[in-house]
């Protein structure tokens, strides 16, 4: 027996682990590591428009906030240049070790800075498969095949 509860392990990965960042995890993964890790913390790197108009990730029931921090910045959807070293000032030097968890639309900008982050020092970058709204279904839509809203994870739209 490893002496490790259900609450320590590490987030199963989707895929096969990728040498840049900590790996792909399913929303509900992101979600369980969320409650089960005080120190655990979910940055979603949408812009302020998405979070807006589309909804952002309730984690009161984890007892936490969200960190929100653009990736791209609307409406030029230019990378913000200070990302990383505004997000390592936000989160601080203790949590250099702790799972953090990217979310963005689709997963593309959120692995990106899951991948700017670990090469930045963060140790446990993961991006959450899928984002917030999903992949493209065949219609074109968001929101019907994967990701954290069809997931049916707690969320909450101003």
Known sequence: MSGKSENDAGPAIVGDRPEDYAGD??????????????????????????????????????????????????????????????????????????????????????????IAMSKAGFARCFNVAGGFEGDLDDGRHRGGRNGWKVADLPWVQS
């Not at 807006?52 to 990730?57: A, T």
């Not at 203790?94 to 639309?105: H, I, Y």
């Open 25 to 114: 995890v399913a929303p509900q993964e992101a979600w369980r590591i969320l409650r089960a890790d005080p120190q655990a913390v979910l940055v979603d790197v949408r812009t302020r428009a998405e979070w807006s108009f589309v909804g952002v990730p309730d984690l009161s029931g984890a007892g936490k906030e969200p960190v929100f921090l653009e990736w791209q910045q609307f409406p030029s959807m230019a990378q913000s240049v200070d990302f990383a070293a505004d997000l390592a000032a936000a989160l601080g030097p203790a949590r250099r070790d702790v799972p953090v968890f990217f979310l963005c639309r689709s997963g593309a900008r959120s692995k990106a800075a899951a």
